[in-house]
């Protein structure tokens, strides 16, 4: 069994559930040391019949497979979307994140990642080595190499990934990233039809904000509480637009304000 941890991202997968980049131990965020990052991939298979109340205890390493696998990270985003190669698939799709200090593409040393990976099955995961879209200046990685390995938006963690299905036919559309730490709090929202190609969507209504939880509930994404502590309650609507270059407007409606809600903000 896997140790306690924290800021790790959950994601299922066809039946299997996969714990991705835990975090193990607490420490002190801001200093150079003080926790420790990990790497791996966990897979939970479900057993028939199912096990009784107590915890699942089925749980398995997940070895890497082939050369390239993304660095230790925490706070990165997950979401299942369709696989690159093949649309009739699904697969895990995992953005920034927090991570060991390296050096950037401008030669700065930095802990925030502006990477894309995916993996059809946990194991063997694929960075996206041709990232394209929305390069702008004083909006993302202006400077960074139009097709290269650094996405268009800034290096993040904290911020969130889902899909949606814009015109209601069943079948997910977009990926849409939303917020985070860049390292302040932010309300940019980017959106990517296939994982390669990031365009800027505008910055949101609600104020900036990191570790938001986000859903997607009656054909909207809902964005609700993150740092600094809030408790508001906010709801995007997608609207096909044919004159943006993302492809969308986004209308976005305060549905509870900050203080109003009957949970502590969070």
Same mark, same amino acid.
């Not at 398995?60 to 979401?79: I, V």
């Given at each position: 069994?896997?140790?306690?941890?924290?800021?790790? =991202?959950?994601?299922?997968?066809?039946?299997?559930?996969?714990?991705?980049?835990? %975090?193990?131990?607490?420490?002190? &965020?801001?200093?150079?040391?003080?926790?420790?990052?990990?790497?791996?991939?966990?897979?939970?298979?479900?057993?028939?019949?199912?096990?009784?109340?107590?915890?699942?205890?089925?749980?398995?390493?997940? =070895?890497?497979?082939?050369?390239?696998?993304?660095?230790?990270?925490?706070?990165?985003?997950?979401?299942?979307?369709?696989?690159?190669?093949?649309?009739? =698939?699904?697969?895990?799709?995992?953005?920034?994140?927090?991570?060991?200090?390296?050096?950037?593409?401008? @030669?700065?040393?930095?802990?925030?990642?502006?990477?894309?990976?995916?993996?059809?099955?946990?194991?063997?995961?694929?960075?996206?080595?041709? @990232?394209?879209?929305?390069?702008?200046?004083?909006?993302?990685?202006?400077?960074?190499?139009?097709?290269? &390995?650094?996405?268009?938006?800034?290096?993040?963690?904290?911020?969130?990934?889902?899909?949606?299905?814009?015109?209601?036919?069943?079948?997910?559309?977009?990926?849409? @990233?939303?917020?985070?730490?860049?390292?302040?709090?932010?309300?940019?929202?980017?959106?990517?039809?296939?994982?390669?190609?990031?365009?800027?969507?505008?910055?949101?209504?609600?104020?900036?904000?990191?570790?938001?939880?986000?859903?997607?509930?009656?054909?909207?994404?809902?964005?609700?509480?993150?740092?600094?502590? =809030?408790?508001?309650?906010?709801?995007?609507?997608?609207?096909?637009?044919?004159?943006? %270059?993302?492809?969308?407007?986004?209308?976005?409606?305060? &549905?509870?304000?900050?203080?109003?809600?009957?949970?502590?903000? %969070?």
């Amino acid at each position: 069994m896997f140790r306690d941890r924290v800021s790790f =991202k959950a994601i299922i997968l066809a039946i299997a559930l996969v714990i991705i980049n835990p %975090r193990p131990s607490f420490g002190n &965020e801001d200093a150079a040391v003080g926790y420790s990052l990990t790497s791996d991939s966990l897979g939970y298979e479900r057993k028939s019949p199912p096990l009784p109340l107590g915890g699942t205890v089925n749980w398995e390493r997940l =070895k890497p497979q082939g050369s390239t696998m993304f660095t230790p990270r925490h706070s990165h985003a997950t979401c299942v979307y369709r696989c690159p190669h093949d649309p009739n =698939k699904d697969c895990i799709w995992l953005t920034g994140g927090r991570t060991e200090p390296y050096r950037t593409f401008d @030669l700065q040393i930095e802990d925030r990642t502006a990477d894309v990976w995916w993996s059809e099955d946990g194991s063997t995961w694929n960075k996206v080595m041709e @990232l394209t879209g929305d390069f702008l200046n004083g909006i993302g990685n202006f400077d960074a190499k139009y097709g290269g &390995e650094v996405a268009p938006w800034y290096s993040r963690y904290g911020h969130s990934l889902d899909v949606m299905d814009t015109d209601g036919d069943g079948i997910n559309d977009i990926m849409v @990233l939303v917020g985070g730490y860049e390292p302040v709090e932010s309300n940019d929202v980017w959106i990517s039809p296939d994982g390669t190609s990031w365009f800027f969507a505008g910055h949101a209504a609600w104020p900036a904000r990191a570790y938001h939880a986000t859903v997607v509930s009656h054909g909207k994404l809902w964005i609700i509480g993150g740092t600094p502590l =809030k408790n508001d309650v906010w709801s995007g609507t997608f609207i096909s637009d044919a004159t943006k %270059r993302c492809g969308y407007r986004i209308r976005w409606i305060m &549905e509870v304000a900050n203080g109003d809600a009957p949970w502590a903000p %969070r």
